[in-house]
């Protein structure tokens, strides 16, 4: 029987490059999408184009109640023992003008959010003896960044959290890590960061893909990575 993942911000461009690499391992692949609930059906049709499982599933990860009952429902075909905790946002602006809704906001997104979708999913993994949960965050939580004191704060609350789960979690077989991403090619931020502006930033003076944030993140719920857990991973291309 395939083991069940779960990808939230699987709609996303980080996100769709993990299902993807998930898929491929022959996990079946839960895709989670909330406002585009049309690319996270792409993506999971992407994956059965390919001779893999997977389905998408929208709902908001700020609502717990909401999420808990489509948790519920997904889990009448057995449990999920991988979970990849990718959806978050990001609204900067320097603290002295933020708002109160843009700091709740992004906290609400992406701590809230863990603990929503989390929270439903332990008991049943912790019933099979076996599961992986990895968190995306940033290495703004790590190092800080101008602009980001929301999105610093809940990133690095997740590496907190991150560390004290996979000890509450570890004799179950269940191990916990935070992946940290730096300077990744995507829409946004190529719109965002020129090639001199990467060269000033990064040592390997280049961005990071997708691709290899989803390698990290397939390596880290394989069994291979068994003994590894309380762990917060960087991949930033040894920017400081």
């Excluded at 993807?20 to 999971?44: F, P």
């Excluded at 609350?157 to 090619?185: D, M």
Aim: aromatic letters at 4%; charged letters at 20%.
């Amino acid at each position: 029987m395939r083991k069940r993942a779960l990808v939230t911000g699987g709609s996303g461009e980080i996100g769709r490059a993990v299902c993807l690499a998930l898929g491929e391992t022959g996990l079946e692949v839960i895709v989670h999408g909330y406002r585009h609930r049309d690319r996270a059906e792409a993506v999971a049709q992407s994956i059965r184009d390919k001779g893999g499982t997977a389905e998408a599933v929208c709902f908001d990860v700020t609502d717990f109640e909401q999420t808990q009952k489509v948790l519920e429902q997904l889990q009448t075909a057995g449990a999920i023992q991988i979970l990849v905790n990718n959806a978050g946002i990001y609204d900067d602006v320097p603290m002295a003008g933020m708002t109160r809704e843009q700091w709740t906001r992004v906290i609400d997104v992406s701590l809230n959010g863990f603990f929503n979708v989390t929270q439903p999913l332990l008991l049943p993994m912790i019933r099979t003896r076996w599961g992986r949960i990895v968190t995306i965050t940033s290495i703004s939580g790590l190092i800080g960044n101008r602009g980001q004191v929301n999105y610093a704060a809940a990133k690095a609350g997740l590496h907190g959290a991150t560390k004290a789960l996979a000890l509450e979690l570890a004799s179950r077989h269940i191990t916990v890590n935070a992946v940290a991403p730096g300077l990744i090619a995507t829409s946004t931020t190529n719109e965002i960061f020129d090639a001199d502006a990467i060269g000033r930033l990064v040592p390997m003076k280049r961005a990071g893909t997708t691709d290899e944030v989803a390698g990290l993140v397939t390596y880290l719920v394989s069994d291979a990575a068994a003994y590894i857990s309380g762990q917060v991973i960087s991949i930033n291309g040894a920017q400081a």
